[in-house]
């Protein structure tokens, strides 16, 4: 069974940074598609960043708000995907979701349905 474990949320102040750890336990970490997603109550989910990777291609898909100051990036042998943020603001303020598949590795999906794992989430809150 996989296993999403988000960490690394918290409070901080406008123009602070956070990085958020994803650990992936279950499944074998390789070709395989990770991302992040964020929710602030009352409003959709959205998507953040998606990464692929298939042995020999990395690729990564940003939303057009989140480009310049947040980074993904993955640690196969840890099974881990990482979330650098920086220059946070308070519209940043949300629980972060990670997600996971393995349909369809070669595709950074910036769409919900195409993710069949989630984990707990990871409340990061900035403070003005």
């Known amino acids: 069974q996989v296993q999403l474990q988000e960490s690394g949320g918290g409070l901080v102040q406008a123009g602070d940074s956070l990085r958020l750890s994803c650990a992936a336990s279950g499944r074998t970490f390789n070709n395989n598609v990770m991302g992040w997603f964020r929710q602030t109550p009352g409003k959709e989910r959205e998507f953040v960043v998606a990464?692929?990777?298939?042995?020999?291609?990395?690729?990564?898909r940003y939303a057009d708000s989140m480009k310049g100051r947040f980074t993904i990036s993955r640690d196969n042998a840890k099974n881990t995907v990482y979330l650098q943020m920086n220059s946070l603001q308070p519209a940043d303020t949300a629980v972060y979701y990670c997600v996971a598949d393995w349909s369809a590795p070669f595709y950074p999906s910036r769409l919900q349905s195409d993710y069949d794992y989630w984990g707990q989430g990871t409340q990061v809150t900035v403070s003005s």
């Open positions: 990464i692929s990777w298939t042995g020999s291609n990395t690729r990564t």
